[in-house]
C-alpha cells in the first residue's frame, strides 16, 4: 500500500478522497489553488501544497506544478477524482514517467473511452449495445445526409470528443441536419479543440442508465448495479438513484453482466462508469466514464462497498478481492447535487455561507466540503455537496429526502435546494415516472412555482 497520496482535485471530492486514504492509513497531501487556501480539505491533509492562482490552467490543470508537488511532498501516488485531469490519457502517462502511481485505469483505456467513436467501436466488439449510428466520424455533409436517411429522423449529431452536453445538436429533417453540424463541430472545437462529429439516431423518451464496474486489470471485473441519472437539466445530471425504478433484477443482472464480461476482456484496472440509453426494453450504450463519478455515493450506499478505497487498493497493485455474489443491492438510495445557484433562474451564486447545518438521521449522508464562514469561489464549478439519503424500499428513501431537504440549511448564498424539494414531492418522480426529457419540460412549463431572491 502508498505510504502517501496526493490529491488532485477541490472540494467535496477531495475531501471524500482524503477520508478513504486516511482509513487505509496512507498519508494525505492537498493541493490548492490561492482561492482554495481555506477549503476543507487543506484543513484536514497532513501536508498542503499551493498550485498557483485561481484559473484552473494555472493551478489544478498545471501538470508541471502537480508534478513538483509530488516531487517536494514524496507522494507515491495521485488521485485526480473527478473532472480536471482526471481523463487525461497523457497526464497518466507522464506520471507513470516519474515513478507515479495514477489512482485510475491504463491511459490507453482512458485513451479509447475519451473518443467517442473509439470507445463506440471498442465497446461494439465486446459485446455491448450501441445507439445505431455511423461506422465514423463524418467527413461531409453529404455523408451525414445518408446516414441519416438511413438512421431515420431525428439524428443527433455528438462531438467525438465530448461531454456534458456540448457539441450535441438535434435534427428533426435534412434541412435542420446541416446547421446542426455546422453549430456542433464550432461547439466542439471551441470546447475541445477537436472538430470531428459523428451521427446516432436519436431516440425521443430515453432514460439515462450507467453501470458501475470494477476491474483489476487482471482479468477480474464485477459490476455493482446501476444508477438511474435522468433527471437533467441542459445535459447535466441534477438527481441520481439506485436501483433504477425503471428496471426489473432480470434486466439489472443481465446488462450488469455484459459490463462484466466486457471489461474482463478489456482487462480494465480500477472503476469505471458504462452509461447507456434505455428505451423499450433496449440498452445503448452510449460513453464510458473512466473515473469515480460524482454520483458514487449511491452505489456505495446500497452495497456497502466503499468505491474510493477500492480505487486506491486496485491501483497499489492489489487484486480484486470482491466476487460478483459478495455484491448485492439492499434497499434504496436517492442523490441530490446542491448547487450554488438561484432555484429559479440556475444563476451561479457565490459568496460567503453565513450559517451552514446539514441534515442528519438514520440513512442520511452529506458528502460536501463547506462550512459556516467559508466562502464559495466564482472561479469554479457551483456545487455546494450532496445529499444522500437511503431507505429499505424507494418510497422510504423518498421520505426520508423529503425529511432531509426540509432540515437543510444554508445561509447566505442561494441554493438548489428549493428545486429538489419541489421534485421530491412530484407525483411523477414520487412514481419514478420520468426520462432524460421530463425536468426541462417541467421547468419550460413552469413547474417552479419559486420567485427569484
Not at 445557484?341 to 442520511?364: D, K, M
Request: proline share 5%.
Amino acid at each position: 500500500m502508498f505510504d502517501k497520496i496526493l490529491i488532485a482535485n477541490r472540494g467535496e471530492i477531495a475531501l471524500r478522497i482524503l477520508r478513504a486514504a486516511k482509513e487505509l492509513g496512507i498519508a494525505t497531501v492537498a493541493v490548492h489553488s490561492t482561492a482554495d487556501a481555506e477549503a476543507m480539505h487543506v484543513k484536514l491533509a497532513d501536508e498542503s501544497v499551493c498550485l498557483g492562482p485561481p484559473p484552473a490552467r494555472d493551478s489544478y490543470l498545471n501538470i508541471p506544478s502537480l508534478l513538483a508537488a509530488c516531487e517536494i511532498t514524496g507522494a507515491e501516488a495521485l488521485h485526480p477524482g473527478y473532472g480536471f485531469l482526471a481523463e487525461n490519457a497523457r497526464f497518466a502517462e507522464i506520471l507513470a514517467d516519474h515513478h507515479i502511481a495514477f489512482v485510475g485505469p491504463k491511459p490507453e483505456h482512458i485513451r479509447i473511452m475519451g473518443d467517442k467513436i473509439e470507445a463506440k467501436r471498442t465497446v461494439t466488439r465486446l459485446g455491448i449495445p450501441c445507439v445505431p449510428g455511423s461506422a465514423g466520424a463524418i467527413k461531409e455533409d453529404s455523408e451525414a445526409i445518408s446516414v441519416a436517411k438511413e438512421l431515420g429522423y431525428p439524428v443527433l449529431v455528438k462531438a467525438s470528443a465530448g461531454g456534458g452536453g456540448r457539441g450535441m445538436k438535434v435534427a428533426r429533417s435534412a434541412d435542420e441536419l446541416s446547421v446542426a453540424l455546422e453549430t456542433a463541430r464550432i461547439e466542439s472545437k471551441a470546447a475541445f479543440g477537436d472538430d470531428s462529429v459523428y451521427l446516432e439516431k436519436y431516440l425521443e423518451k430515453p432514460r439515462h442508465i450507467e453501470v458501475q464496474v470494477l476491474g483489476d486489470g487482471a482479468g477480474k471485473a464485477i459490476h455493482l448495479g446501476e444508477r438511474e441519472c435522468s433527471l437533467q437539466r441542459r445535459h447535466q445530471k441534477v438527481w441520481e438513484e439506485c436501483p433504477s425504478p425503471a428496471l426489473n433484477s432480470s434486466q439489472r443482472f443481465e446488462i450488469g453482466e455484459i459490463c462484466a464480461a466486457a471489461m474482463r476482456k478489456l482487462g480494465y484496472a480500477g472503476l469505471g462508469t458504462i452509461e447507456f440509453l434505455y428505451e423499450d426494453g433496449q440498452f445503448y450504450f452510449i460513453e464510458m466514464n473512466t473515473r469515480i463519478q460524482v454520483e458514487h455515493p449511491v452505489t456505495e450506499m446500497v452495497t456497502g462497498v466503499d468505491l474510493v478505497n477500492e480505487q486506491i487498493k486496485i491501483a497499489a497493485g492489489s487484486p480484486l478481492t470482491l466476487t460478483q455474489d459478495d455484491i448485492t443491492i439492499s434497499g434504496h438510495a436517492i442523490e441530490c447535487r446542491v448547487n450554488a445557484e438561484n432555484a429559479a433562474t440556475f444563476r451561479p451564486s457565490p459568496g460567503t455561507i453565513a450559517y451552514y447545518h446539514p441534515p442528519g438521521g438514520l440513512g442520511v449522508r452529506v458528502d460536501s466540503a463547506v462550512y459556516g464562514g467559508y466562502t464559495i469561489p466564482p472561479t469554479y464549478d457551483s456545487l455546494v455537496g450532496k445529499l444522500i439519503v437511503h431507505g429499505r424500499t424507494r418510497n422510504e428513501a423518498l421520505m426520508r429526502l423529503r425529511r432531509s431537504l426540509d432540515e437543510f440549511i444554508i445561509d447566505g448564498i442561494d441554493t438548489t435546494i428549493p428545486l429538489f424539494q419541489t421534485l421530491v414531492r412530484n407525483a411523477d418522480i414520487q412514481n419514478g415516472l420520468y426520462d432524460i426529457h421530463w425536468l426541462e419540460k417541467f421547468l419550460a412549463t413552469g413547474g417552479m412555482d419559486i420567485t427569484e431572491g
